[in-house]
């Protein structure tokens, strides 16, 4: 048998073995003439259990009872500790879950390595959505690449039987569900046999829908319910699961060869105009990325060749699903966010651990005299380290399950209070509890191995003569000490400035909508595409609506735009002339700029007539041409297609968080009229307007308008930019408290320790000011060198952030000076005030006492 | 133990390999022979007998069975292993060695 195996099975019989060691060593001794010259049995009891080397398994379990009995013995203590490495440890779980869940997996689709997103590209700009017609071009012309093509049409459509309200339909191809691999919780869901453009008309509802809004009624499937205005049976409820392509799970799915059942006059299946629909892929097994773009180049020669609105040059651009559909560049960006929190909660763990590490050392420092004990009885400095190790281990374990629970806790509310969807899945995985276990042993270096080494080099016997305070006072001022005090100090003070300049990035989207004023101003939306109203129809209905609309008393202005502020999708472009520019273009009519308060800079509005002329919002003038005295050159530079009117103050309307963007206006072209909606600008409150928007809409009884005030966009825009801050702060907030509690509690501990002296200094007439400062002059160093250390390092790391692809605010002198005052003062309190206890207790009465 | 009794460190095992490679005996036996052999020039602390034969058993060199003794009593004898065998020759070769080399040195002028 192999040595090892021996000996585990030595233990795992160990009370049996030790029953016959007992018995043979006794009739051993019986047998003697002389029974003392046997030797002490239990001396030779303990050295054969030696022999098979297991003993160091009793001391540790010896060690480990130890520790369990000391932290029960101070409860505060622990809970404390265990605090503050469930902060420290969870919050870097927290974010493994997340990104683990949500950015870095591929999206949960059946066979999803083969899984592709086609843009429309063309030199110089890509677009997101393709025309129908060429979804089924490639469809039937694909030289064999793609095993299939799936198609997502997403809009909002109204919901009940007079239109009361709004839900968000995706209209999909029928082998959406058979080909990302999911099927229905009841009923069925749309299938390519079944539901073809001639068949009875029906929906899918979601599962979140289903449960919120239909009370999870199971008689829900087969019933009649309606979807802009038409009646159409519910086949069957989406599974809970099932996972969107991107991050979205619409209210209801409706076969996409169905739509004209709900829009009879809609081109949308016809036209090779409209951009419309999202298209993905499942590439044929064997076949590469790569490989499937240059093939569906031909493809896409031929669709030119047939038909004139495909340009020649262009050709679809696959994003695998590997890396979520993004291009590179936005997966750089998700990489590099996602590297920068990781970085962020190393350092929050960094201070916890530090913090942590010198409360350890302080309670050790008060058992130098039973550690000095254990060495003269003969226990090697290797026992001793071994022994204040094993003491932090249940410790690092409560603060590692406590992690755990942080995490799950913590992801569960950013994924509640974000409205993430339900197929997300938070629940704590192994890699999860694998990450806890590493996190938790690197946590016991700091707080177990660092403290007991520095323990075990001291001249521990030394300490029983003078009752540990010589040993005491030599750890108190050790290198160690004071780097972790430092590291706290530098990481708080990191964090703190990180977490002002994610405030401060809030308040930019909050002020870039001072750009535009939201707050009066209301959307009405009515797709009269869909209704079959196009070109000179649409615009006549436009036009008379807006009539009705000005004529209202409550009404200042209206405007009618291809994409409301906040709300609305465009379709972005990145110029050649501007790369790290994301351009977003609207068409508006001449009144839009008064409507939403966006000062024109030079130039003028559109007026009638204006053929291939353009507003640039100040940031593409400037980016474009390096000046806003552009007025008459041609755009964009490189392509001379158009000519410049007017520059626009920066207004974001599209996308207001973000710090990468410009805007680019066009004119309306009555093809516009379409899809557009109308901005209106209230006298009063934009609260009363939705109503009187939507009465003046109603004058087609086909028409299904639908009006909402602005600022319900807003909030909801802001939701998640807000959470980001609110959380950042609480974390820069939090690791600052955790630096002053370190602070105050290795200045409390350095006065106990210097009671004696600070009550001789006080009888011999030392003055309070003068004490202050020696008592805390100890720690002011390491204090200051923290602040130094944090400071130079908040340089880089904000230049990093406030540069692609973070564009967090650079924290201006004003925010930067705030920051360093409640840094200054908070750091300051806990420096000073243990001292001041100390001094008010009056230590000459400590001095007496002793 | 050894040390106590004046033998070099790790001979005790060597002797035990050596006492019990004849036929299985007890600790007490073991004890006896020790005795008897070097005619009780090494008197060991006789219980320091049990770690060194639990260190044995460890190692795989022996193995221990409950037996009836002559006098009818129930003792645990040990039994030397092949891989013992192995360990008694090489142990015994190398601390032939040391006491040639240390003979040698002593005896020379």
Redesign the interface.
């Known amino acids: 048998m192999n040595t090892w195996l021996r000996r585990v099975w030595y233990l795992l019989n160990r009370p049996r073995h030790e029953r016959d060691l007992i018995r043979e060593m006794n009739e051993h001794r019986e047998s003697m003439h002389d029974p003392s010259r046997f030797g002490d049995t239990h001396r030779l009891l303990e050295q054969s259990r030696d022999a098979w080397g297991w003993n160091w398994l009793d001391d540790a379990v010896q060690d480990l009872s130890v520790g369990i009995r000391t932290l029960m013995k101070s409860p505060s203590f622990a809970i404390l500790a265990t605090l503050i490495l469930s902060f420290g440890i969870g919050l870097n779980l927290t974010l493994f879950q997340m990104i683990g869940v949500g950015l870095l997996q591929p999206p949960a689709l059946k066979d999803a390595d083969s899984w592709v997103r086609f843009l429309r590209a063309a030199p110089g700009s890509t677009t997101s959505t393709v025309p129908y017609p060429l979804t089924q071009f490639v469809k039937e012309n694909n030289h064999g690449v793609l095993a299939s093509v799936v198609l997502e049409y997403q809009s909002a459509v109204a919901w009940g039987r007079n239109a009361e309200d709004h839900i968000n339909a995706s209209f999909v191809s029928s082998n959406w569900f058979d080909e990302i691999g999911y099927g229905a919780a009841h009923g069925r869901v749309l299938s390519e046999t079944i539901d073809g453009p001639a068949a009875a008309p029906v929906v899918v509802i979601s599962y979140t829908f289903w449960r919120n809004r239909l009370g999870a009624d199971p008689n829900a499937v087969g019933t009649t319910v309606y979807i802009d205005r038409k009646p159409v049976t519910v086949a069957g409820i989406a599974s809970a699961d099932l996972p969107g392509f991107d991050f979205n799970v619409p209210d209801a799915f409706l076969a996409i060869v169905q739509r004209e059942y709900f829009y009879p006059q809609s081109t949308l299946l016809r036209s090779w105009d409209d951009e419309a629909v999202d298209m993905y892929a499942r590439l044929a097994p064997g076949v590469s990325v790569a490989a499937a773009r240059e093939a569906l180049r031909t493809t896409m020669q031929a669709a030119a060749a047939d038909r004139s609105q495909i340009k020649k040059d262009e050709w679809l651009e696959p994003l695998s699903a590997r890396s979520n559909f993004m291009r590179d560049w936005e997966r750089q960006g998700v990489l590099a966010v996602v590297s920068l929190m990781g970085a962020l909660t190393t350092l929050v763990l960094i201070v916890a651990a530090a913090n942590l590490g010198n409360l350890v050392m302080s309670r050790a420092t008060g058992r130098v005299r039973e550690l000095g004990v254990r060495m003269a009885l003969g226990a090697r400095r290797t026992r001793i380290v071994r022994q204040l190790v094993i003491e932090s281990v249940p410790l690092v374990l409560m603060g590692a399950l406590g992690s755990l629970g942080f995490a799950w806790t913590a992801a569960t509310l950013i994924a509640a209070l974000g409205g993430f969807p339900p197929y997300l899945d938070f629940t704590i995985k192994w890699g999860t509890v694998m990450l806890a276990v590493a996190l938790g042993l690197l946590s016991l270096v700091v707080v177990g191995v660092l403290p007991a080494w520095k323990v075990a080099q001291q001249q521990l016997i030394e300490a029983i003569k003078d009752g540990g305070q010589h040993v005491s006072r030599a750890l108190d001022r050790t290198l160690m000490r004071r780097v972790m005090v430092a590291a706290q100090v530098a990481g708080s003070c990191l964090l703190l400035i990180v977490a002002g300049m994610m405030i401060r990035t809030v308040q930019r989207a909050i002020a870039s909508s001072e750009g535009f004023d939201y707050q009066r101003a209301a959307v009405l939306s009515m797709p009269l595409g869909r209704y079959g109203l196009k070109t000179e129809a649409a615009r006549n209905y436009w036009y008379e609506v807006k009539a009705r609309v000005l004529a209202h008393p409550e009404v200042e202005s209206a405007a009618i735009v291809t994409a409301p502020p906040l709300g609305g999708r465009v379709n972005e472009t990145n110029f050649r002339d501007t790369p790290g520019l994301r351009t977003l273009t609207q068409s508006v009519d001449p009144e839009y700029f008064d409507t939403m308060k966006i000062p024109l800079m030079s130039g003028r509005t559109f007026a009638p007539g204006d053929e291939r002329t353009v507003i640039v919002s100040r940031r593409l003038a400037m980016e474009m041409y390096g000046s806003i005295d552009v007025l008459g050159r041609a755009f964009p530079k490189s392509g001379a297609d158009d000519t410049i009117i007017g520059v626009a103050a920066d207004a974001h309307t599209i996308r207001p968080d973000a710090n990468d963007v410009a805007e680019l206006y066009r004119p309306l072209e009555v093809a516009d009229f379409s899809y557009v909606e109308m901005v209106v600008r209230a006298r009063n409150e934009a609260d009363r307007l939705p109503p009187i928007l939507r009465e003046a809409a109603m004058s087609d009884p086909r028409v299904i308008p639908s009006a909402h005030a602005m600022h319900e966009d807003f909030d909801r825009r802001m939701q998640g930019p807000r959470i980001a801050s609110a959380i950042a702060s609480g974390i820069g907030v939090l690791t600052l408290a955790l630096a002053c509690l370190g602070i105050i509690g290795v200045v409390s501990y350095g006065v106990a320790l210097r009671t004696k002296e600070i009550g001789i200094r006080v009888a011999l007439g030392a003055r309070q000011p003068a004490l202050l400062r020696s008592i805390v002059r100890q720690v002011l160093r390491p204090v200051a060198a923290g602040a130094i250390i944090g400071l130079a390092l908040a340089i880089p790391t904000g230049l990093a952030l406030a540069s692609e692809p973070f564009y967090l605010e650079n924290a201006d002198p004003v925010a930067f000076g705030v920051a360093l005052t409640v840094f200054g003062a908070a750091i300051a309190a806990a420096l000073i005030w243990p001292a001041m206890q100390v001094l008010k207790r009056n230590p000459v009465d400590a001095l007496r006492h002793s | 133990?050894p040390r106590a009794a004046g033998l070099p460190p790790g001979t005790l095992s060597l002797l035990i390999l050596r006492v019990v490679r004849q036929e299985p005996m007890?600790?007490?036996a073991i004890?006896q022979k020790i005795r008897t052999l070097s005619s009780d020039q090494l008197?060991v602390?006789?219980?320091?007998l049990?770690?060194?034969l639990?260190?044995l058993?460890?190692?795989?060199w022996v193995k221990a069975e409950?037996t009836t003794s002559e006098t009818g009593?129930?003792?645990?004898s040990y039994r030397i292993t092949a891989r013992g065998l192995k360990q008694l020759e090489s142990e015994q070769d190398d601390y032939q060695r040391m006491a040639d080399a240390i003979a040698a040195i002593l005896q020379s002028t």
């Open positions: 133990m007890h600790g007490y004890a008197s602390e006789e219980g320091s049990y770690p060194a639990q260190k058993l460890a190692n795989g409950w009593r129930q003792v645990r």
